[in-house]
T-cell receptor, first 115, second 109 residues
């Protein structure tokens, strides 16, 4: 496989469930990101990891918990979500530590529905 | 407040009908402006980066231009396969790439 792969593609969960989103990048990049995309709203940056260290937490509620075990894998652990958390969750990677001068490579996303 | 605004929200074109999309931004010290294309059910795909006013980049039927306050994405003689949502983004801070809400382009044959 090439690029950025996200699983699952679709997820339906209840408000009391615990689930995890997985992202894997096959590009040898050093930085990985989680973005949230809601209908008709701009992409919102959630978390940034650079060389497996979290460097940005964009005021995200604690019911979202990221994990980056190595430079190729990124997880987003979900628990006690709210219906307003329903959205497309996108993972991205970039070569360097920052996104300011590097283009991002996105996965296809996980479409999350919270019932 | 730093922000990125795109217009129009949606654009319906006939095949061959050229048009332009706008991305306006307010930021202190622009360090680049990015254009991405997003197809339904997929993540955004990088198109261009522009760094200074007057710069232009082209790719097939797309041309991006940059001024001190805004960027335009010109679509010349579009085809149905150009139908997508086009996103622009500007860096704020070290790690944050702030996106506009996008313009959804539909090209009818």
């Amino acid at each position: 496989e090439t690029g950025v792969t996200q699983t699952p593609r679709h997820l339906v969960m209840g408000m009391t469930n615990k689930k995890s989103l997985k992202c894997e990048q096959h590009l040898g990049h050093n930085a990985m990101y989680w973005y949230k995309q809601s209908a008709k709203k701009p992409l919102e940056l959630m978390f940034v990891y650079s060389l497996e260290e979290r460097v940005e937490n964009n005021s995200v509620p604690s019911r979202f918990s990221p994990e980056c075990p190595n430079s190729s894998h990124l997880f987003l652990h979900l628990h006690t979500l709210q219906p307003e958390d329903s959205a497309l969750y996108l993972c991205a990677s970039s070569q360097d530590r920052t996104a300011t001068n590097e283009k991002l490579f996105f996965g296809s996303g996980t479409q999350l529905s919270v019932l | 407040e730093d922000q990125v605004t795109q217009s129009p929200e949606a654009l319906r074109l006939q095949e061959g009908e050229s048009s332009s999309l706008n991305c306006s931004y307010t930021v202190s010290g622009l360090r680049g402006l990015f254009w991405y294309r997003q197809d339904p059910g997929k993540g955004p795909e990088f198109l261009f980066t522009l760094y200074s006013a007057g710069e232009e980049k082209e790719k097939e039927r797309l041309k991006a231009t940059l001024t001190k306050k805004e960027s335009f994405l010109h679509i010349t003689a579009p085809k149905p396969e150009d139908s997508a949502t086009y996103l622009c983004a500007v860096p704020f801070g070290d790690y944050k790439l702030s996106f506009g809400a996008g313009t959804t382009v539909t090209v009818r044959a």
